[in-house]
T-cell receptor, first 116, second 115 residues
Framework: AQKITQTQPGMFVQEKEAVTLDCTYD???????LFWYKQPSSGEMIFLIY??????QNATEGRYSLNFQKARKSANLVISASQLGDSAMYFCAMREVYNQGGKLIFGQGTELSVKP | DTEVTQTPKHLVMGMTNKKSLKCEQHMGHRAMYWYKQKAKKPPELMFV???????INESVPSRFSPECPNSSLLNLHLHALQPEDSALYLC??????????????FGDGTRLSIL
């Protein structure tokens, strides 16, 4: 079974609008971390934001926020005021403490295109 | 600027060549990783080093040989590669710990093409 599911292979958003990228996860580990990464066409994998399973507040980093709904096992990334430079592949990932040897498990990714 | 540096950025090699990919980090991290990534796919974990010791080998063929000379450096030695090994190779580093945190920080990658 997929541990990380990103159901949107591709998305379009108008410049300056907000966009939500979906991510659901599956784990029995009570302690885990959720991460979002951005990968432009140039290849570098850029860490955006982190949410811990015990964190009470949703994580925010500048224009990025993570909508963490623990009961629904979802960790959606919200990008506010989209910019042309946000066009990239976005990966959701999870790291379990006790399972999987602490490995980072990636979803299949969502390709975001920002239109001018 | 990325704090994990990979060289070279591009590499073209024949199937009989021997080459090495290099990775250096100055973040004080004690875990380092090699990933292989095909276009429009997520990275696939190859190797993990923790405190300079190999802790995970994801059943990678022996034509890939990792080496961790010290806490800042990670190498991947390549020999007799196949065309299907053409991919983006990413290095990453992170803190070691039993918490869920400790994001992995990636380098810019090496684009490898096997002729």
């Amino acid at each position: 079974a997929q541990k990380i599911t990103q159901t949107q292979p591709g998305m379009f958003v108008q410049e300056k609008e907000a966009v939500t990228l979906d991510c659901t996860y599956d784990t029995s580990d009570p302690s885990y971390g959720l991460f979002w990464y951005k990968q432009p066409s140039s290849g570098e994998m850029i860490f955006l934001i982190y949410q811990g399973s015990y964190d009470q507040q949703n994580a925010t980093e500048g224009r990025y926020s993570l909508n963490f709904q623990k009961a629904r096992k979802s960790a959606n990334l919200v990008i506010s005021a989209s910019q042309l430079g946000d066009s990239a592949m976005y990966f959701c990932a999870m790291r379990e403490v006790y399972n999987q040897g602490g490995k980072l498990i990636f979803g299949q990714g969502t390709e975001l295109s920002v239109k001018p | 600027d990325t704090e994990v540096t990979q060289t070279p950025k591009h590499l073209v090699m024949g199937m009989t060549n021997k080459k090495s990919l290099k990775c250096e980090q100055h973040m004080g991290h004690r875990a380092m990783y090699w990933y292989k990534q095909k276009a429009k796919k997520p990275p696939e974990l190859m190797f993990v080093y923790s405190y300079e010791k190999l802790s995970i080998n994801e059943s990678v063929p022996s034509r890939f040989s990792p080496e961790c000379p010290n806490s800042s450096l990670l190498n991947l030695h390549l020999h007799a590669l196949q065309p299907e090994d053409s991919a983006l190779y990413l290095c990453a580093s992170s803190q070691v710990g039993r918490t869920g945190g400790g994001a992995q920080h990636f380098g810019d990658g090496t684009r490898l093409s096997i002729l």
